[in-house]
């Protein structure tokens, strides 16, 4: 693997679970994060989307970084997401996933203003020049409300320990573009779930999932069919096959069905904080048609 | 006035200055809001998206709440940001709020993940519980993230403290069907600058605006012109006077314009908070051109 | 009136009426077009969107445009529409509707591939090089297909007898910027029906409508309030009256809706052309409601 | 080859020549289109967007078709584009092309009005009880104006004889949505050049490209890569080879781009008809460069 790129393959991103007092259930995080590398995944990216991030104070995020990379004790990669909407908080939650020995970090820019690409760029070199860890540049408008170019996120990869992009548009477009503008080596990673095989197509290194907490296997699958085998029909089927439950996740919000749908698999994982609500029973029952076919 | 809608007119928005050392400049704040209330306005309101409210941490805000009320010291209402991204934080600055003696408060809900209609309400009804004061529902996805639509505010001006409503999508029709849906005495503001003088024909109580601090009498004679003399020929020249500098401030975004206009006009008002940067020197030449050709 | 700007106020935009056998009723065309100018608006308009001009081949546009220049016999000005996708086209129905006595023509450029500036400048210089008569610029992207910016369509007002701009975007801030870039006295026209009060508030000169056949004593209303009496109050009222109308003719197409509505109030009007399909009943109860409810 | 599904792999989309009299220059097509046969492609297609289908008249388009057919005379299948904006002209042009020997008939529904699905699906079911040939519905929203969902789609391939579908929005997720609505062995094709690769590895039967006339060793060359070899970087090697060729003829418009790039070929096309102008020289400059490079 090319230097300072410690990722690919299936990178599974964890829920942060709550108690029933509201505050986040360290325990059944260590549980759930160890349940999901033992299921074969190449990596383990807490405190991201999926993990309600932008919803948790200073302490909790500490806690839940530093309880994960505990948890995974080595077996596996952990990067962890670092965003918030000031540099300086940025720059402190960097720091404490390098102290706490993760392996990476993940930093999605993030809008109440629209932020200028001059703001953007001097957001990650400030964060960069303050940890030695390689940093995955992520882009998602639709949750971070800024969009980064391929031309852009190409200079943001000029920035030394900026070494990976997560392209989560939707656009596969986005993802040639930016092989094109930053060339055929250029480490990237897909975070859109319906795009899976088509990022793996275009020479994706690694899909970003929640899915992992939920159908690990299939999405292990598809990876060693359209990767390691380079078999497409088989990797259209397997694609095909899991892609309902890909494009339910995306519509109803990661933490709420991936939430409801750990509690169909038999784990409750506690209240989402407010505004958050849990998943409409009537969208329960979708999922867990969805949930029973792909066991069939 | 209405009961418990104690807004109209010119509602000015304050910026939050910083020193130099990067902490909140307080005794600038209480002379730049003195200057504000001074030139007329028929409102303050502190802890908008001028006001950087998402940059802030939860002790700055309470300091920049109290200081603003104390300042103003009655002679205008004041009305204070509360929006935080979980109802917890919310409920908390609004009962600051409420304490320190505000008038109003003001709620954008705020989007990581893109809230349901059902999540929004809750939000909106929780934190009306917690309090006494009125407030504003402010729909502005450009920052917010979120879009409510006229029947959406309408069904929220069904919570009993929620009383007025503050419209930034820019979208005159959003404003006729509103006086539609929640009849003709709903109690709509306008926050979209470029709109003023529609969204005054369209009945308007109000309108929000980072401009009182540049050009605070333009605002009023426009007020004036549209509202007590029903005269749109003097309207439309005293608007389209000032449309390049209500353009520039939008299309620039208000803290970088405003705090660059302020400083055109003789008062540093310090740096912005990273990863905001100040307005970029063309453009501060753009500005002062403008300004200038307002004061000729 | 400004040399070469024939028109204010309400302008009445036709329908294309059929016969059973599928066949311009020219006939029908005569009486619905007499009755329109009977019922006191400013102008008639021809072979707009309204009168289904793309659906209709060349012939039948010339029929359209003889019939109803004789029709009107000079007792209010008549615009008809000549755009085609071609130049070639449109020269050629612009030198018709000259040689049959219209006042004026419109043409909106219209897309299959989209054009460039340069291109639709040229197209506009073409025909207007091949005509005497004014020339009113048409900007409708959402069925046109092109967008045309208010700095293009000022420099489209450079051409000696391009004299007008519709406008139809719905987004007042286009109509505010043209006046920006083309100078206070710039004749511009609303053809976004929900945008009636904000447009002659902001200044245009008429109100293009297809209401006209349907509610032209309350378009004539809003008229006389806003522009020639400045009662604001008595024009939201108005306004706000028949906005539901507006709204629905908006929604639902208006050749389909004007349609619904002709026949609802007495005059059937043939089928339209294939694809375009009548209004589908539940609508047309819909329409029938809001229609009671205006002459109750 | 499934019954009535008579395409696969490169489906080339042939220009329309003019004479420097701005006639149709039916020997150059003959020219044009047998070169294009004779560089093993999959099958041809006269009068799509690219062969500026829109802008010909009646005469033009039948004098088109039937010298395509002649001119193919047999060796690969021939798909006319015989989509117009009424029902009862794309009637009649289905029917000759069937009369002439066509193998199928593109459709495309085009909008000035927005049609209604029941509108479209009319449309269709309508031509499609007038002709035997097998029809490819074309969905292209970014020419065509209206937008067919995967859903809709599939209902329209239950008419007996609409048996294909070209989808052209650049969305991937159209095509693996459409797999999951219609059937694993729905036989789709991609019309977005720049999603070749991806459309492939989704399990497309062919691409419809106007880049045939330029590179049409390449396009075949990415075909036989990712279908019949399933080796996807060298896949990869050839689409990103090609990739700025694609996206140069897909932003400044495929008659305008592909015309220029045969004249840089060598064979001078004639002008476009109005109000269509040939690239800019600048641009012009630019597609030699490219064109340059996929040489070397």
Redesign the interface.
């Known amino acids: 693997m090319a230097r300072n790129v410690p990722l690919r393959g299936i990178i599974g991103y964890t829920i942060t679970p709550f108690r029933l007092d509201g505050n986040v259930d360290l325990d059944l995080l260590r549980t759930l994060t160890g349940r999901m590398v033992a299921s074969g995944v190449h990596a383990i990216a807490p405190l991201g989307?999926t993990g309600s991030?932008?919803?948790l104070n200073d302490e909790e995020r500490e806690a839940v970084a530093e309880t994960t990379v505990k948890a995974v004790a080595g077996r596996v990669p952990v990067m962890v997401g670092v965003s918030s909407?000031?540099?300086?908080r940025t720059v402190h939650h960097a720091r404490f996933a390098e102290r706490v020995g993760a392996d990476a970090v993940m930093i999605i820019?993030?809008?109440?203003?629209?932020?200028?690409e001059?703001?953007?760029f001097?957001?990650f070199d400030?964060v960069a020049r303050a940890t030695s860890l390689p940093i995955m540049a992520y882009n998602n408008p639709?949750?971070?409300?800024l969009d980064m170019t391929p031309e852009f996120l190409a200079r943001l990869l000029e920035i030394p320990n900026v070494t990976m992009v997560k392209e989560s548009t939707?656009?596969?477009?986005r993802m040639?573009?930016l092989?094109?503008v930053a060339g055929?080596e250029v480490a990237f990673y897909n975070g859109s779930n319906?795009?899976a095989?088509?990022a793996f197509?275009?020479?994706a290194r690694g899909w970003c999932t929640a899915a992992a907490h939920l159908i690990p296997g299939l999405t292990l699958e598809l990876y060693r069919a359209?990767v390691e085998k380079?078999?497409?029909a088989a990797?259209?089927r397997v694609?095909?096959k899991q892609?309902?439950l890909l494009?339910f996740i995306v519509k109803g919000?990661?933490?709420?069905t991936v939430a409801a749908g750990l509690e169909l698999l038999g784990t409750e994982v506690g209240p989402l904080?407010?505004?958050?609500?849990p998943l409409?029973e009537s969208e329960v029952e979708a999922l867990r048609r969805i949930l029973t076919t792909l066991e069939a």
Do not use: C
């Open positions: 989307s991030l932008p919803y909407l000031t540099t300086e820019p993030m809008s109440y203003w629209k932020l200028t001059e703001e953007i001097r957001h400030t639709a949750t971070g409300g939707g656009d596969i477009g040639h573009r092989r094109q055929e319906p795009l095989l088509a197509a275009a020479g359209v380079a078999d497409l990797a259209r694609f095909q892609l309902p494009q919000g990661l933490p709420r904080r407010a505004p958050l609500l409409p």
